[in-house]
């Protein structure tokens, strides 16, 4: 269903990935000035550490490919550690739980504790449609921002 809708907008090169054994690995993908970039999303999938070799190199190498790679997870803590770490950004919506708080916190902010992360999160959260995003490969580190 989501496949019929980027083609309406025109967005043929978004992919959507829920098997992980049907992955291609990035070198097979077209390269130089012609290649069109394209756009692949890993859609709430479990990965076995084999499973997850091919995935990874969306992260660390597909930019050369004109890949933009997204993992869309329902928690913080499915997502793999090498996918955390490679990522350029990170969004979170609404349904995060205590140890998700603690691991984001963890992970990417210094200057906040866990409780402080968790209580902005929570009041991001009570409006309508609006989430979090941090971007972690940003010149300037940024810690959070609120986005509508």
């Known amino acids: 269903m ?8 025109g967005m043929e090169d978004t992919f959507v990935l829920r098997d992980p054994e049907k992955v291609s690995p990035v070198a097979e993908l077209d390269r130089g000035p012609e290649a069109h970039p394209k756009t692949v999303m890993f859609d709430d999938i479990r990965l076995t550490p084999r499973q997850l070799e091919p995935i990874k190199e969306y992260f660390s190498a597909g930019c050369h490919r004109k890949v933009n790679a997204i993992f869309l997870a329902q928690s913080y803590i499915d997502v793999p550690k090498f996918i955390r770490g490679n990522s350029g950004g990170l969004v979170f919506m609404p349904g995060l739980d205590n ?50």
């Open 99 to 148: 140890r998700d708080f603690r691991e984001i916190a963890a992970d990417h902010t210094r200057s906040i504790s866990s409780e402080q992360f968790e209580a902005a999160c929570r009041e991001v959260f009570a409006e309508p449609f609006f989430y979090f995003n941090i971007v972690t490969q940003a010149p300037l580190y940024a810690l959070f921002s609120e986005m509508v």
């Open 2 to 9: 989501l496949e019929r809708f980027y083609v309406s907008l």
